[in-house]
């Protein structure tokens, strides 16, 4: 009595299973050709003028009426703004983000040594403006 361990014998007269047809996607049995991925990343060369005028809206709406001078506050406390830095390279290297478009360099208004630091948050409906930046030239140029 074979044992449950032993393989049965193999038969030749059997036709070969047959292979799946090729999927989209390389799984390792064609030849690369090409050495990289199927379709390669196209870069565009030129910029849509209307894709960044639409960028360039996506961003004031993010940034909202924050502008130097400003004076905001939320949840986190109440806030100066410094700086407005809209080059998109200078404020990933500010935020520490890969896709960041622009950051503020803001002032914490409720602490005497407050610091100036980085923020890369959204205008928000619990944000409001607690001096708008029209009071401040105002102000100074009277």
Request: with cysteine.
């Amino acid at each position: 009595m074979p044992s449950m361990m032993t393989l049965p014998p193999v038969l030749d007269d059997r036709p070969p299973l047959p292979v799946r047809p090729t999927p989209h996607e390389r799984d390792g049995r064609q030849p690369t050709t090409t050495g990289g991925r199927p379709h390669p990343r196209q870069h565009a060369t030129t910029a849509d003028p209307s894709t960044l005028g639409a960028l360039r809206r996506v961003i004031d709406d993010q940034i909202g009426p924050r502008a130097v001078g400003a004076i905001y506050q939320n949840s986190d406390g109440a806030f100066e703004v410094v700086a407005v830095v809209r080059d998109p390279e200078r404020a990933r290297e500010l935020l520490k983000r890969r896709c960041a478009q622009w950051a503020l360099i803001v002032r914490d208004v409720l602490r005497p040594d407050g610091e100036p630091f980085v923020v890369g948050s959204v205008w928000t409906t619990s944000d409001h403006l607690v001096r708008e930046v029209r009071a401040v030239r105002q102000a100074v140029t009277a």
